[in-house]
């Protein structure tokens, strides 16, 4: 039939990831998370593989650093001091 399923945690430094993967973020420190709100910001989450570094890695060389590269000094504008 199909393939064998199996649930873990790991932090990802003794187990890395084979195919797919959850991530969850908890953005509230002192609070306890809202159970019974369905999406308040509290706790982020999303989907990486086990690809996302090296598909992270083309996108920065292959796409934002060509075109940060090519802007010239004066495109860049002023950041303000905050």
């Known amino acids: 039939m199909g393939s064998h399923k199996e649930f873990f945690v790991t932090d990802g430094e003794k187990v890395k990831l084979k195919g797919k993967g959850l991530y969850f973020v908890r953005t509230t420190k002192d609070k306890p998370v809202k159970v019974d709100i369905a999406s308040d ?3 982020l989450f999303g989907e990486i593989s086990e690809h996302t570094v090296t598909t992270l890695n083309t996108m920065i060389n292959s796409v934002y ?17 905050d």
Not at 65 to 81: A, D, H, Q, R, T
């Open 41 to 43: 910001d509290q706790v």
């Open 65 to 81: 650093k060509p075109m940060v590269s090519s802007l010239e000094s004066n495109e860049w504008g002023k950041c303000e001091s």
